[in-house]
């Protein structure tokens, strides 16, 4: 009989009992007697299974045998109250068809509790497991709250290249983008590498954010979000970087430093709320199973101001707290996350917005303060992560952002596009990034970035 399949989602949520519903999925477990077989079928749409009864008098035993971990099935039947505990609904079958089955002794997903290890070594197949079934579905109603908070707020989703010649932002090191003959690049007369005779005319690589094209934008359309991955080749194997993450990058114009800070504190709010609101049995299970005060931390980010203060008073804070960290701090240091996260998680208990860093330690085109000393940067940080969101305000004038472009010694030749903004119709304006993955981490509790994005990239790591 053809009747139309039925998410399990949709039919937890509204059962119609004593109606035939049609539900396809793959088999998590399959216990039971002689008599009767209990299928938990998943079918991605909830963390929750909805239980098969299987009256084996009526079924082809042979055929049944291919019900086992993993595999494949449809399922026709009536959509009855289910007896179980913990359980509303669940289906007597009428007919079963495989559509593939897995071989217990070869399906890598036997038994319960794999370790978060043992499945990043089978990323092809973790997300057939309850957890990664979460993390992907919260991953999936976060991106879809990003883009609607900044189209309420009137932004534009303005698309930025992931290929680009300006190597100049310093955020970190590039891969680099060439059709060229690694193993003999044509030459120019002195020797260096032609890359005049490359793909794109001139050395190129991949984005590491999209930050200054989207700077243009904001210039023209008042205010705008970038959403897409960014590249960086940065061999530091640590629980919060992956050589590729997706980023989100508000850039606004009008906007000074105090309208970014509640700009983020607001977003950041938002999509947590979100999350708590449309993701509640997957954020409840990774409670249970992972992490047993993540939904009280993500109410406590959602109920408390950030707290707001200058780097400076940070590292004092910092110096006469009396702690030893690996990392020694001092005026002009860069914040390391053990530093962060004392602030966040030991003094203040809250997350913490810093602001005006030290010019050394900060990107060229941050707005400088009249001390000559700091620029106007924020970095908002969180327990659990340390740095979420890193932002500023920028420098709009020509003959400061000039003087620090030669202070530094960058070349105009990929960057001249980016200064000519200062000088046609220049205006104030700030925005920030943040990492999509680091932002997946803190709502799912999760500890490892490799274990919130499907298919991480890593130092030595670019399998699937
Ligand atoms: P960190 O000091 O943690 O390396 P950063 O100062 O290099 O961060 P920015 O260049 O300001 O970070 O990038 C903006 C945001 O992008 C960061 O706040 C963080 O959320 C995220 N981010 C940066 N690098 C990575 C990475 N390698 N993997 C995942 N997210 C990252
Ligand atoms: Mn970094």
Redesign the pocket.
Known sequence: MEIKRTRIVELLNNPQFGEIVCVKGWVRTRRGSKQVAFVALNDGSTIHSIQIVVDLAQFDEEYLKGITTGACIRVNGLLVESQGQGQSAEIQAEEIEIYGKADPATYPLQKKGHSLEFLREIAYLRPRTNTFGAIFRIRHHLAFAIHDYFNKQGFYYFHTPLITASDAEG??SMFQVTTLDVDNPPRTETGKVDYSQDFFGSHSNLTV?GQLEGELGAMALGGIYTFGPTF?A?NSNTP???AE?W?IEPEIAFYDINDNMNLAEDFLKYVISYALEHCKDDIEFLNKMYDNELIERLNFVLKNKFVRLTYTEGVEILEKSGKKFEFPVYWGADLQSEHERYLVEDHFNCPVILTDYPKEIKSFYMKQNDDGKTVRGMDVLFPKI?????GSEREADYDKLMNRVNELNMSLDSLWWYIDTRKFGTAPHAGF???F??LVLFITGMTN?RDVIPFPRTPKNAEF
């Open positions: 955020a970190g954010s960086r940065e919060r970087h992956l993450f980023m340390g740095e979420i969101i890193g990034g943040l990492g993955e680091r970035i």
